[in-house]
């Protein structure tokens, strides 16, 4: 939440609607600032955690929806009970949900990309390697 010319701006959507008209080095100071970042030189390391902390807040958010996609898969019928299971078991996809754990969705995505389960189809492949990409934050 911030004040800006006498009026408190409280969500995102918000202070976009306030923003829009001004030139994008001064909008991109009113984020950080609503952010709670400093709008002074940052270190690295301050980059850094501004950027995993991003990702550790939706890291969750992608994960539940890559499963809500496997459930919304199984009770269509294109994936079987047992399909979910073994796909659950599969060494690669492991890997590739510890890289997300880990906040390491670049790793994550070089996964996906070699991935050769037959279930993940090329759509489903595409679409979870989006899902990382929006959320790189560099």
């Known amino acids: 939440m911030i004040n800006w010319k006498g ?3 409280k969500t995102k959507d ?3 609607a306030a923003i829009s008209n001004l030139p994008e080095i001064d909008k991109q ?6 952010d709670g970042f400093s709008n002074k030189s940052q270190t690295l390391e301050e980059i850094d955690k501004a950027k995993y902390m991003k990702r550790a807040a939706v890291k969750d958010v992608i994960i539940a929806e890559m499963a809500t996609e496997n459930m919304t898969r199984v009770r269509s019928g294109r994936w079987s009970v047992s399909d979910l299971v073994g796909l659950t078991q599969d060494p690669m996809l492991k890997l ?5 754990n880990t906040l390491s969705f670049e790793l994550a995505v070089l996964k996906l990309q070699q991935v050769s389960n037959p279930l993940i189809t090329r ?3 595409e679409g979870w390697i989006r899902k990382l990409q929006s959320h790189f934050y560099n």
């Open 7 to 9: 009026i408190w701006i």
């Open 14 to 16: 918000q202070l976009e």
């Open 29 to 34: 100071s009113l984020r950080n600032e609503f």
């Open 96 to 100: 590739i949900l510890d890289d997300i």
């Open 123 to 125: 759509e489903i492949r």
